[in-house]
Structure formats: C-alpha cells, structure tokens
C-alpha cells in the first residue's frame, strides 16, 4: 500500500481482517463435541426441545447445572440452536459461536476507539482508527481463542463476554461526556441501568459477567481519572481506587473471619488454597506469554502436566512470578501518565482474571479464561506496532501491521486445522504435553472412538486391531503417568474384560481401584469414571463377582456417607442383577430423603411404582417431586413422564451412553 492514509484503505483492511477470521475459522465448525459438550447438550435432554412449547424453553433455560445461576440465557442460545436445526449439530453450534467471535471483533473496534481517544495515544482520526483495527484484528486472529470458539460449551464464556463489553462501551461512551460536560442525576441513573441491565446478561450467561463493575472501575482510575465537567476531582479519583481495591479487601475480611466459606470448596481438590494462588501467581505469567508471544505448541487443551506451587520456593519460579507481578506494577504506575495503556491493560487483565484465577477452587489452567481479560492487551500490542510507525516519515505503517497479521494468521490456521478433528486435536495436544495424564487419556479415547467406528463401517480387521491396541497403550501410558487416576484403570479394566482377555500377564485392574479407594481424594473426573465402571459392572455382570462389586460399593458408602451418587450406583447394579423392591425402595427412598433437590431418585421411584402397579405411589412420589421442587425446575420432564404407560430412565442417564465419554477428567 501507498503511504496515502484515506478511508477507503482502512474499510479494505477491516474487510480483509473481518474475511480472514471468517475463512481461517470455517474448518474448524465441523470439529467434535467432546468433554463438557456431552452432559451440558449432548446428555441433556431438557435442552433438546423443538420449540413449539413455552414451557419447553423455560426448562431448556434452567437445565444446567453449571454455576449457581444455572446460566440460562446461555443455554437459552443451545435451546435456540436445537430447535432451528431439529437437534445439535457440531457445525451449527460452532457457526453460532463463531459468528459472536466476529460480532466481539465489531465491538472492540468501537470501544478501542473510545479507549484511544479518551487516553489521547494517537492524534488524527486515520490512526485512531487503524490502531483500533489492528488491535482487533490481533484478538480476532489470535490463535489462543480457537479452544473457545470451537469448543461449543464455552458459548457461556462468549455471551458473558460480548455483554461486558457492551456495558463497557456503554460506560465510556457516557463517561467521557460526563469527564467533558458533567451530567445530571436522570443521566447517571440511565447508565447506571443500563451497566446493570447488561451486566445482569452477562452474569446470566455465565458468572463473570458479575466483573462488568469492576472493569468499569479499572477504566475509570487508568483513562478518567476523577475527570468531570472539564475538572480534575482529588475526591472522584481517590473513591475510583478505593472501588478498584474494595473487593480484594472484601475476599481478605472473609478469609479472617469465616476462611471456610472460600476454604471449604477445597476438601474435594488436590490442592489447598495457598497452592492454587501461588500457582496462579505462575500461570498468570503464561497466559500473558500465550498472547503477546503466541507459542501454539505450550497450547492445548489439558494443562494437568504444571506442576503446583506448594511454596513461595517450590518451585523457585513462585517467588520469581510474584515478584515480576509487583515489580511491573509498581513500574506501570509511575508511568502511567506517560504510557496509560500499559497500567490500563495489566489491571484490565487481572481484574478479567479474578474471578476464575484466584481464591475459588476451580480447575488450574483453561485457555477460554482469556477470552474477555486479553482484549486489552492486543490493544497494547497494536499500539506498539502502530504508533512508532505511524509517527516515523520514513517506515510504512501497513508493514509491521500486515506482518504481524500474516503470522497470527498462519498460528490461528495450524490451530484450527488441528481443532476440525479430535483424533489429530488430541495427537497435537498429547505432542505439545508429553507428561500430561489427561493428554494421554484424550488420545487413548479418541483412538477408541475410532476403533467403534471402524467396526460400524466394517473396516479391516487388521486396521481395528491395530487401533483397538493403540488405545490400550496410551490408556496405559495415562496410568504409568498418574498412577492415581481413576480413569485409567476404569477404561484399562473395561478393554481388558471386553477384548483383551487372553493377554499372557492379566493386570487386575479392579484390585488397583479397590486398593486406591481408601486415599484417593477423588475428583470430578473420578466420579464420572466410577459412573462408568458401575455401570459397566451393571451391564456385563461377568465382568466381576457380586462379592467384589459390593465390597467396592461398601468402601466408597463408609468413606462418603452423604454420598447419593453412591446410592445410585449400587441401585443400577442392584436392578441390573435382579433385585427386588425390597431391596431397591429403602435405597431409593434413602437417596430421596438425603437429597430432595435431586431429580434421578424420583425418576426410578415412579417407575418402580409403575412396576409394581401402585398408582397411590407414582402420585405420593410425584407430589414430593412438586414439593422439593418450587422453582418447577423439572416441570417439564415431571409431565413428559406421564405420557406414556411408564415412566423412563432418567434422561441424563444418555451422557454416559458411550464408555470413553463419561470417564473423561
């Protein structure tokens, strides 16, 4: 290009930016549903609805069980995506994350600008546009976002995101009239409605949207500095930091008066508090590594090979990340009057970062955590390949621009290539994290997904064997790498009961399980894989003897007594060998008392009524289903199980239809 700026390249260039993120994302839609995908859509009947009935989408919207607030405008949107295609596809689910990808890319072209122009980084209306371009080409293209965008679950993640950003282009576009000309309470109230509607949004998309104040607060202590009606308030300013560091105070308060509202969380972790804010400290310092220097090979989408921060010195790199933190604080904020973008965008990142990144006992590492903290950054990365060119006589601004755009665009290509399907995404994955335990398994599973194809489509036998044996070596591995994962002997002991029973040296993989119960500090990911062992046990009982299954359902009832998934599982294999009510009912009605809130005991009591043609019970336990349930959560499902003559199994018994899927960490 000349070094003529008009319009008309800056419209080319959106139009290009806009084109490329369209083009390089489009293999990518037809990738797998995996992981989280399965008991939040795919096992999730209630979300499953043709639209037709009112009552329907009021159930879709309240069917998940992620967060506290059930995030129902999200699975609202899934509702939405079944309904219009008659069921769930991965293109269009992906398409639709996909194009809100794009809309953010839209948004943050708007709110840079508000950015640019309140802080006064650039002069003229040409580079306060282009800088604001680039830096939304750069989040556009970036390749770290692929494992949110084409992971259909983290829509949540997306809308919560494309809400904040609204309410914060609403809160710039107000507060810099406000910094100019002041207002009258009538405005303040309106845009404070108008934050709060947004916010609300977000927040009912997924929690982090609750953080819209708070980022608020960040832009007002790093662009607007207590600035009304033309003025420079001490008091405005002051109350802006006090704002911005109130919540840290508040989390410090619960800590020393009640710690087990945030320590209690831990008792079904790993790790304590303290390792996982030191850990933090650590990965925080990758996450920012990951976008200003994509590296795509530490990418990936398990991250259980970082080692934990269990002290300041352990490992040394601890003490070195904290410091770092305090030092480039300390150093953004004496020059914040000189480089402003640089403290707006640490603290943007951090107080992004705060919710999932901090004190709630949350998994480790997760790429989509940066989707909305980065946006920032990519502005500060703009900046610095815009502004220095845009103010030399002698260096082509479009050079630096367009050069760092072809190489996000080859990462983001290479990434996405990898994401359009999940034998090669998880090869990738397992290449890039060799020591990860997780990594292992998402091949081991994808290679058996494979096989189960191949048998369906009537491939070589040579070919099945080949991969059937492949599986079992990296389910293998997995075990040798985390010998106290649950998953691996689950689906060790299921291969080896199921096709390798004529190995020379038999493992007895149940033995393992049997021995690792009693200390295991079981997780989510163990708890799905024992789902899969009962149920495995249920349907094949060849596979062990009563006495073993039951002593196994006797350890895990005395080591977790409160337990109903407990009781669930030893009701399955109690049917699945023929039991009769006197031996289910007590269990039933044991796990009904222990937890009302639960749908699945009411569900296997109202078909052991129907079983037993005791019409005085189906409606006994259908009234205590209304009882425990005055939200009318399950209202919907409550009714679809009187349309027939008997009540089914539990709809969300499907997500564990497929062996591989269920036991996934």
């Known amino acids: 290009m000349s070094h003529e700026k008009t319009p008309t390249q800056l419209s080319v260039f959106a139009a290009l930016v806009f084109l490329a993120g369209l083009l390089l ?52 949107s899934f509702a939405a995506n079944h309904a219009a295609e008659g069921g769930f596809t991965p293109w269009g689910l992906k398409a639709v994350n996909l194009a809100i990808h794009l809309g953010m890319a839209i948004l943050l072209f708007y709110f840079f600008q508000a950015v640019i122009r309140a802080l006064g980084l650039v002069p003229d209306a040409f580079t306060i546009r282009l800088l604001a371009l680039t830096g939304s080409a750069i989040w556009l293209l970036h390749p770290l976002n692929v494992s949110t965008v084409l992971y259909a679950v983290q829509r949540m993640a997306q809308l919560s995101a494309l809400f904040v950003l609204a309410g914060l282009l609403v809160f710039m576009w107000y507060r810099q009239r406000w910094a100019e000309r002041g207002a009258p309470a009538g405005e303040i109230i309106a845009a404070a409605l108008w934050v709060f509607f947004l916010a609300l949004l977000a927040t009912l998309s997924k929690e982090n949207g609750a953080l819209l104040p708070w980022l608020a607060i960040v832009l007002e202590v790093c662009i607007f500095r207590g600035r009304w009606a033309g003025r420079s308030h001490t008091g405005l300013r002051m109350a802006g ?6 919540p840290v105070a508040l ?34 310092w990758r996450y920012l590594g990951w976008i200003c220097l994509p590296n795509i090979n530490d990418m990936g989408f398990q991250h259980d090979d970082i080692p934990l921060s269990t002290g300041l010195f352990s490992p040394f790199t601890t003490v070195l990340a904290l410091g770092a933190w305090l030092l480039v604080l300390v150093v953004a904020f004496l020059l914040r009057r000189r480089f402003p973008l640089l403290l707006l965008a640490l603290l943007f990142f951090l107080v992004g970062q705060s919710m999932e990144s901090s004190v709630i006992p949350l998994e480790m590492v997760y790429e989509h955590r940066n989707y909305l903290p980065d946006v920032l950054l990519c502005l500060a990365l703009a900046a610095v390949l815009v502004i220095p060119a845009a103010r030399s006589k002698r260096l082509n601004v479009w050079y630096p621009v367009t050069g760092v755009l072809a190489v996000l665009c080859l990462l983001l290509l290479i990434r996405v290539q990898a994401w359009s399907d999940e034998l090669t995404l998880s090869r990738v ?59 691996a002997l689950v689906m060790l ?6 096709y390798f029973t004529r190995l020379p040296e038999q493992v007895d993989w149940l033995a393992k399980i049997e021995d690792l119960l009693p200390t295991r500090k079981l997780q989510r990911s163990d708890w799905n894989a024992l789902a899969l062992l009962f149920e495995l046990l249920s349907a094949n009982p060849g596979y062990a003897n009563e006495t073993r299954v039951t002593g196994l359902l006797d350890a895990l ?74 939200q009318r959560y399950d209202i919907h499902e409550l009714k679809s199980l009187f349309g027939g003559a008997e009540p089914a199994a539990e709809p969300l018994d499907k997500s564990r239809a497929e062996p591989p899927a269920e036991a996934s960490p």
Do not use: C
């Open 557 to 630: 009832s005395a080591r977790y007594p409160w337990s109903v998934d407990v009781l669930r599982y030893r009701y399955e294999y109690l049917l699945a060998i023929g039991a009769g009510p006197n031996e289910l009912l007590p269990l039933l009605e044991r796990a009904q008392s222990m937890a009302p809130g639960q749908n699945w005991p009411y569900h296997a009591l109202l078909r052991e009524m129907a079983r037993g043609q005791d019409p005085a019970g189906i409606y006994e336990y259908a009234r205590l289903w209304l009882l425990f349930d005055p």
């Open 241 to 246: 930091w006090v704002l911005l560091f109130a």
């Open 429 to 487: 994955n397992l290449a890039s994290h060799p020591e990860s335990a997780r990594s292992h398994f998402f091949y081991a599973n994808a290679l058996f997904k494979d096989y189960r194809r191949m048998e369906e489509s009537g491939a070589a036998e040579s070919e099945k064997t080949e991969t059937l044996l492949l599986s079992r070596h990296y389910f293998e591995r997995m075990y040798q790498t985390d010998n106290q994962d649950v998953a």
């Open 493 to 498: 002991f299921y291969l080896d009961s199921q």
């Open 25 to 76: 994302y489009l293999p990518g839609l037809s990738g797998p549903l995996f992981f989280d995908d399965m008991p939040a859509l795919t096992g999730n009947t209630q979300v499953q609805i043709p639209g037709t009935v009112f009552d329907g989408w009021r159930a879709a919207a309240l069917s998940s069980d992620s967060g506290p607030l059930r995030r129902p405008l999200a699975m609202l």
């Open 251 to 284: 989390v410090m308060v619960i800590l020393a008066i009640s710690p087990d509202i945030l320590v209690g969380g831990y008792s079904g972790r790993e790790f304590s508090l303290e390792e996982r804010l030191l850990t933090q400290a650590r990965l925080l």
